[in-house]
């Protein structure tokens, strides 16, 4: 296991440091989780450049040739899930779900229902919804988004790198790899992002 020194940085031959204090908001207390984003950009460079400007991000960058850039401090907090979730009970096992409160919720309009959904979700805590900006990591693999279903896929070395990291990110965390979250399956995004992704 490599270590994370007291600015919660990985300290590996295989980690380049490039900290964007502007994407991190604020502490991050505990990693209960970690979700795998694609960046749409062109390139590495491109997110890098991005990052110097605040607004989202993620606390790790992976390029397409496999090369992992650790981009904010894993005390902080990064916003990548978004500010809707949706129901793990509903998509998981709707027999964990309140059924009579969410039959309410599903009759309402789409706007509505989403709000309300991310408002009982918030009220749980993980692993019994899915993870938000203050108990996750974020992983960004660079990868273009091609049109409403889809994105390029996740490159070999990229899919390698990841399984490194996560099994770091297993070891000082106490994760197992169920704990690994796709970000469409987390809020409403472009079902293809992530989706060639591996990591076990
Ligand atoms: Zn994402």
């Not at 397409?64 to 096992?93: E, M, P, W």
Request: hydrophobic share 35%; proline share 3%.
């Amino acid at each position: 296991m490599s270590p994370i020194d007291k600015d919660g940085m990985l300290i590996d031959s295989r980690v380049l440091l490039r900290r964007s204090a502007s994407i991190e908001h604020g502490e991050l207390s505990g990693v209960r989780a970690i979700v795998v984003h694609q960046t749409d950009s062109s390139s590495a460079q491109a997110t890098l450049n991005g990052y110097q400007n605040g607004g989202n991000g993620a606390h790790f960058l992976i390029d397409k040739n496999g090369q992992i850039f650790q981009t904010a401090s894993l005390l902080k907090r990064c916003y990548h899930v978004g500010r809707l979730i949706k129901s793990k009970c509903l998509a998981i096992d709707k027999s964990k779900c309140d059924s009579a409160t969410m039959a309410k919720v599903l009759a309402m309009t789409w706007v509505k229902q989403i709000a309300e959904i991310d408002a009982l979700e918030r009220a749980k805590s993980y692993p019994d919804r899915y993870p938000v900006n203050s108990d996750s990591v974020g992983i960004e693999l660079v990868g273009q988004h091609i049109d409403d279903d889809n994105y390029e896929a996740v490159t070999a070395p990229q899919n390698t790198s990841l399984q490194w990291l996560a099994s770091e990110l297993y070891t000082h965390f106490s994760l197992k790899a169920r704990d690994v979250y796709r970000h469409p399956e987390v809020s409403y995004k472009n079902p293809g992002e992530a989706s060639t992704a591996r990591w076990q």
